[in-house]
């Protein structure tokens, strides 16, 4: 009888994983076919510049060697840019630039078929908030992510 009931609240828990729905996106960006500007390409070429890492010509993101030949634009969300790019290693890397403060505010790159995602709690966000976006293919889609017990 007990391993009856352990195995029905197995099925019952597993079943629950399965059928349990993912979190909806606030919003879903596309590609806009944007280039970017010069002011972006500064930003990226610069980055690192304190801490005395120079990338070279044609590369930005500091170490992460972002190609930025290869930048893609998916426009904006909460004054967030979200730009998809390739590294010197051809992984894929996603950026997201605060253009309103000239700030690279995440950036992460990420071997092929990872989850790739950035996250920011910065910029006009609320206690405990969080943007994430996470590169689904040609589309990004965007969170609000909220402490617990937080509407």
Request: charged letters at 20%.
């Amino acid at each position: 009888m007990i391993a009856v009931a352990a195995a029905v609240v197995v099925a019952a828990a597993y079943a629950t994983v399965l059928v349990a729905p993912a979190p909806r996106a606030d919003a879903t960006l596309r590609q806009t076919g944007a280039h970017p500007d010069d002011q972006l390409l500064l930003r990226m070429e610069s980055e690192g510049g304190e801490t005395g890492f120079r990338p070279k010509p044609g590369y930005g993101g500091h170490d992460q060697e972002i190609e930025l030949s290869t930048l893609s634009a998916f426009g904006a969300f909460r004054g967030f840019e979200l730009w998809s790019a390739v590294n010197a290693f051809e992984s894929p890397c996603l950026i997201a630039y605060h253009r309103a403060t000239d700030d690279i505010v995440a950036r992460s790159c990420v071997p092929s078929g990872a989850d790739l995602f950035v996250d920011t709690q910065s910029h006009g966000l609320g206690p405990g908030q969080r943007l994430r976006f996470q590169l689904r293919g040609d589309t990004v889609d965007a969170f609000v992510l909220r402490p617990a017990g937080a509407e």
